[in-house]
């Protein structure tokens, strides 16, 4: 599948065939078709409602433990990374991490709030 020529406008970045190796920990692997970097939660819903469904879209959060193929990815890669996107709470034995929550973060606020199972968190990279 080939991207058209009209995807939906943004407030973030929207870059035609951006190489992914920078935007991973490993720092190889192929270019996106498109990759789209939010500029917040609206504008990835904006963008989302307005993309015709038939494009694939993969997600990558802060890059970590992933290897993009030489090949590239098809349709839009969106990357969910940094502070909008790494926010980390707890509402009663309930904890949500966003895309972009650092493992370690996630269990370092878990054990904080006195709750147990995340504790290998610590070990995983990113």
Do not use: C, H
Not at 13 to 29: A, D, M, Q, S
Request: proline content about 6%; aromatic content about 6%.
């Amino acid at each position: 599948m080939t991207l058209s020529d009209d995807l939906p406008s943004v407030r973030g970045k929207l870059l035609r065939g951006e190489p992914l190796g920078p935007y991973t920990w490993f720092r190889v692997g192929g270019a996106a078709e498109a990759l789209f970097i939010p500029a917040d939660a609206d504008d990835l819903a904006d963008f989302l409602k307005a993309l015709d469904p038939a494009v694939p879209v993969t997600v990558l959060g802060v890059g970590s433990n992933v290897i993009v193929r030489d090949g590239g990815v098809e349709g839009v890669v969106i990357r969910l990374a940094g502070r909008p996107w790494a926010q980390i709470t707890t509402d009663g034995d309930t904890i949500t991490a966003g895309a972009g929550a650092l493992d370690s973060m996630v269990a370092k606020t878990s054990a904080k709030a006195g709750l147990a199972g995340l504790e290998f968190y610590a070990g995983i990279p990113g």
